[in-house]
């Protein structure tokens, strides 16, 4: 869900800027899925823009707040979320714990890193909502360890119905910074991709495990 359509907008034209996201409508990109896409989205790279990355934690962790109080942890889903979800721990001066994908098979054998107590009230942090999985993954790991989380926060959403299917399933709250609604208005808004394109690109989300680019005339 998004709170404020002009903060919606703002990271759109924030992500498109730096090419942290690429539309590519006529020549699409390949996921590691095999999925045909004309979107490709690596949020990570906000990291090395500092007027960018701090736009991002500012307004996550006010949404935070806003939305949830201080909670007890921040935590960030590795690897893509642990610099911005640090970037907003540090903000709220907070504690910080990431989760890995999966414990680890050595020393400690640990999955989440850094301190958590059991009962502490957690927001996970997400840099990018595909399907949902992984996040989902990680809210698993912090309920083994007796987490109270409140919800999620990511920066970017494709907004498929796989993925808020999950999260209803789940019962956890996902609110995003923006999402690919006000991405391909902010689009079309500066001339980025024109309106056949945009029509393109909605398609593509209608269907993307079976979707092929066709000539835009």
């Known amino acids: 869900m998004i709170l404020k359509k002009e903060t919606a907008k703002k990271t759109a034209e924030l992500l498109l800027q730096i090419n942290a996201i690429k539309l590519q409508p006529q020549n699409p990109f390949t996921w590691a899925s095999g999925w045909k896409s004309p979107i490709y989205c690596d949020n990570r790279i906000t990291l090395s823009y500092p007027p960018i990355r ?3 934690r500012e307004n996550i962790a006010n949404q935070i707040e806003l939305l949830y109080g201080k909670p007890d942890v921040i935590a960030g889903v590795a690897t ?8 907003v721990a540090d903000f709220l001066n907070l504690p910080f714990v990431y989760i890995r994908p999966e414990a680890k098979k050595h020393g400690r054998q640990n999955q989440i890193e850094g301190k958590l107590e059991p009962g502490q009230s957690v927001v996970v942090v997400e840099d990018l909502i595909s399907t949902g999985k992984s996040s989902l993954m990680a809210v698993d790991a912090l309920k083994a360890a007796e987490a109270n989380v409140k919800g999620m926060l990511a920066i970017f959403t494709y907004g498929f119905d796989i993925s808020k299917s999950n999260f209803e399933q789940y019962g956890i709250d996902l609110h995003t910074l923006s999402d690919y609604d006000h991405l391909l208005e902010q689009a079309l808004d500066t001339q980025y991709i024109s309106e056949k394109e945009k ?19």
Request: hydrophobic letters at 45%; zero cysteines.
């Open 54 to 56: 701090n736009y991002l």
């Open 80 to 87: 893509g979320a642990i610099g911005i979800g640090m970037l």
């Open 199 to 217: 029509l393109t690109l909605q398609t593509w989300r209608l269907s993307p495990n079976t979707w092929q680019a066709a000539p835009i005339k």
